[in-house]
């Protein structure tokens, strides 16, 4: 045995005689391979940089969201989880016609299955952000709503028999209270619109502390 191998350390691997040189697939990668490892604060300021590129000057969804209507309300919040799911969609969509151009059914298939999720996730928002619409909104033509104007009609014709009114006059204002009424679901169905402007206008008013938090936290 050689004085070499004597002093070799005892885990060594013999180098190889021939060292085969690899070739990198893209430049994309080449450039990662060379760069190794990409240090934290560089990786950080790359990703924020292509996020904001994404989202058009934005520096985030909640960013993007509050810029284009000036806080972030959860009908803001489910409206722009929808499209950015819906988005994404098209992406995978995009994803799956090429890989299907280049011959791999099995990989389409997996893509076009994640896709069909995506878009079950984005139907489930908007059903249940629908029912709970419907639990706080009030149906006009609901039989509820009938039996409480039946309601208000037979106490105001008691009041009148209590006044000892003469039936000419109980029939005048029920008479002129059917023509006033004549449209009383689109009035009212106005009237809800309007306060329903307010009480989001109050809820924007309540979730601008927090959404100016959150943005400057980020």
Same mark, same amino acid.
């Given at each position: 045995?050689?004085?070499?191998?004597?002093?070799?350390?005892?885990?060594?691997?013999?180098?190889?005689?021939?060292?085969?040189?690899?070739?990198?697939?893209?430049?994309?990668?080449?450039?990662?391979?060379?760069?190794?490892?990409?240090?934290?604060?560089?990786?950080?300021?790359?990703?924020?940089?292509?996020?904001?590129?994404?989202?058009?000057?934005?520096?985030? *969804?909640?960013?993007?969201?509050?810029?284009?209507?000036?806080?972030?309300?959860?009908?803001?919040?489910?409206?722009?989880?929808?499209?950015?799911?819906?988005?994404?969609?098209?992406?995978?969509?995009?994803?799956?016609?090429?890989?299907?151009?280049?011959?791999?059914?099995?990989?389409?298939?997996?893509?076009?299955?994640?896709?069909?999720?995506?878009?079950?996730?984005?139907?489930?928002? *908007?059903?249940?952000?629908?029912?709970?619409?419907?639990?706080?909104?009030?149906?006009?033509?609901?039989?509820?709503?009938?039996?409480?104007?039946?309601?208000?009609?037979?106490?105001?014709?008691?009041?009148?028999?209590?006044?000892?009114?003469?039936?000419?006059?109980?029939?005048?204002?029920?008479?002129?209270?059917?023509?006033?009424?004549?449209?009383?679901?689109?009035?009212?169905?106005?009237?809800?619109?309007?306060?329903?402007?307010?009480?989001?206008?109050?809820?924007?008013?309540?979730?601008?502390?927090?959404?100016?938090?959150?943005?400057?936290?980020?």
């Amino acid at each position: 045995m050689s004085d070499q191998d004597e002093n070799a350390p005892e885990n060594s691997v013999p180098e190889s005689k021939e060292t085969q040189e690899i070739e990198p697939i893209s430049e994309t990668v080449s450039e990662v391979v060379v760069k190794d490892h990409i240090p934290a604060t560089e990786s950080d300021g790359l990703r924020s940089n292509l996020v904001c590129s994404y989202y058009g000057g934005s520096n985030g *969804l909640i960013h993007k969201i509050h810029q284009k209507s000036g806080s972030v309300t959860p009908d803001d919040l489910i409206n722009g989880l929808v499209g950015e799911i819906v988005s994404e969609s098209d992406s995978m969509k995009g994803n799956e016609l090429i890989v299907l151009e280049e011959g791999d059914a099995r990989g389409s298939t997996i893509i076009s299955s994640k896709r069909v999720s995506a878009m079950e996730s984005a139907a489930k928002i *908007l059903h249940q952000k629908k029912i709970i619409d419907s639990e706080h909104s009030i149906d006009l033509d609901s039989p509820y709503i009938k039996r409480m104007l039946e309601y208000i009609v037979k106490r105001i014709h008691h009041v009148f028999l209590d006044m000892q009114l003469e039936d000419e006059v109980n029939d005048i204002f029920f008479s002129r209270l059917g023509e006033k009424m004549k449209d009383w679901k689109k009035e009212v169905r106005r009237e809800f619109d309007e306060l329903r402007e307010q009480l989001k206008s109050i809820e924007r008013e309540n979730t601008a502390a927090n959404t100016t938090s959150v943005i400057g936290g980020k």
